[in-house]
């Protein structure tokens, strides 16, 4: 059968560029060989915040007295009650994105696809032709050598959203946003968390001060925290695990229930039909251009198997454009230093553009306006004052970088994002009025500061 184009891989790049082609009059089919929505959707971002709903709930609960409230009896986590609704709400969402291709005439295909031609395209045995053909593959947990995934102590993301019971220990290596996330989802319920990073600080691509913010916060959640450390082998013993690390104090050895190895990932380009094709790849990543076309013609590739941030949002931005390209719309290319980042701790972290480090090393002269939560009436009646909003410009007063710590400062990122976008200035941001008492507030806050005109500091 032959389609106008053919997307492999059904994730936030997959199935966005699937529906936006079909919107644009394509013939689409999407391949797919395991959930529609792919990793995302069914073992990352979407089950994840389940999770990390309860958790919060959890936690608002036992400090209910806090708030004036008296919760009469012992509140329990329920660890299999939690996962049920996580994998729940996964169920529903993919569900969705079905709905979604069938309202938009997409034939889904399941089954693994693999190149075997220019436009050709073979899913067990099945031969399919498309005029062109994206690859939105996606990434799986990265394994270390040293550290032996067996899905039982030694874990890696998948497996811990799946854990029926809670451990009482849990040592968890990484602290990306999927290492911390999981770290204090189970130091809120309970269990003794040790994180553990290799880099200097925790959370090290966002902002020192964030860092700072919130290794003070996982302490503060009884996390031992190890920055500086390297892991240099885990072995399960018995019904233990024991962690070899190097760091400040020399060697040590941890022990611990389980393990979750969260160091990063790799990309989904092995058995896909590159190497055939003579598609040219880097460090196991595929090359594009900005547009997303491979240097083979009709094939192009999206998402977390080309050089980006591998986010979702990212994925699904490069969907657009790689299909508004292909169905000659001119799109503007995106824009890789205004990618939002978010981190779904408690509290939360936001983030966009340059931190102050990365500006000071370019060379730009900034001005750095902060607004401090335990300033803002709304965050003070919330009960959320911990963290704040940096905000970075340069010699123009132009908006570079934007770094929150807080209670729900990941809904608060758009406008940052938007106004770095758009080039805004100090002055703009510090004279948009913002309605109070709101935690966005402290947006405005935060560019008076940079001028020297802040009223609240």
């Known amino acids: ?66 708030y004036g409230l008296t919760v009469e009896g012992e509140v329990k986590a329920d660890l299999a009650a939690i996962v049920k609704r996580s994998r729940t709400v996964a169920e529903t969402m993919s569900k969705g994105i079905q709905f979604l291709l069938k309202k938009n005439a997409i034939d889904l295909i399941q089954g693994h696809g693999r190149l075997t031609a220019p436009h050709t395209l073979d899913v067990a045995g099945e031969v399919y032709e498309a ?50 996330e999981l770290a204090w989802f189970y130091a809120a319920l309970g269990v003794k968390v040790t994180l553990v990073e290799y880099l200097p600080r925790l959370m090290p691509l966002e902002d ?26 885990a072995r399960v013993v018995g019904e233990q695990c024991e962690v070899e690390i190097e760091g400040k104090k020399g060697t040590e050895l941890l022990t611990a229930d389980v393990v979750l190895s969260a160091v990063g990932i790799v990309p989904n380009t092995e058995g896909i039909g590159l190497e055939e094709l003579g598609v040219e790849t880097e460090r196991g990543k595929v090359v594009v251009d900005q547009f997303y076309r491979t240097n083979v013609e009709g094939v192009y590739a999206i998402g977390d ?18 299909v508004e ?17 978010c981190i779904f701790t408690s509290p939360e972290v936001a983030s966009v553009g340059l931190t102050e480090q990365q500006a000071v090393e370019q060379g730009i002269t900034i001005k750095v306006g902060r607004f401090p939560f335990t300033a803002s009436g709304k965050a003070t009646a919330a009960g959320e004052r911990d963290g704040f909003v940096k ?48 935690m966005n507030e402290a947006m405005m806050e935060a560019a008076e500061n940079a001028l020297g005109c802040a009223i609240h500091l």
């Open 325 to 341: 390209a292909i169905c000659g719309l001119n799109p503007a290319p995106i824009d890789y230093t205004t990618i939002p980042s």
């Open 1 to 66: 059968m032959r389609y106008d184009l053919i997307v492999v891989g059904s994730g936030p790049g997959g199935y966005v560029a699937a529906i936006r082609a079909a919107q644009l009059g394509k013939k689409v089919a999407l391949v797919e060989r395991a959930e529609v929505g792919g990793v995302c959707l069914n073992w990352g971002c979407i089950p994840t915040k389940a999770l990390l709903k309860s958790a919060s709930v959890y936690r608002h609960c036992k400090e209910a007295a806090q």
């Open 208 to 233: 020192e001060e964030v860092s700072k913010a919130m290794e003070r916060a996982f302490r503060k959640l009884r996390v031992t925290v190890m920055t500086g450390t390297a892991v240099k082998g």
């Open 305 to 322: 198997i080309v050089k980006g941030p591998a986010l979702a949002h990212v994925a699904s931005a490069e969907a657009i454009c790689c």
């Open 391 to 438: 905000l970075i410009f340069d010699e123009e007063e132009r908006l570079i970088g934007a770094h929150l710590v807080g209670g729900s400062v990941t809904e608060l990122l758009a406008e940052p994002t938007l106004a770095k976008a758009l080039g805004a200035t100090a002055h703009q941001l510090a004279r948009t009025i913002h309605a109070h008492p709101s």
């Open 131 to 180: 005029d062109h053909i994206i690859l939105a593959t996606g990434a799986r947990p990265r394994q270390m050598p040293c550290m032996p995934i067996d899905g039982e102590r030694i874990l890696s993301s998948k497996e811990a959203l799946l854990l029926e019971k809670l451990p009482e220990t849990m040592i968890v290596v990484g602290s990306g946003a999927i290492g911390s």
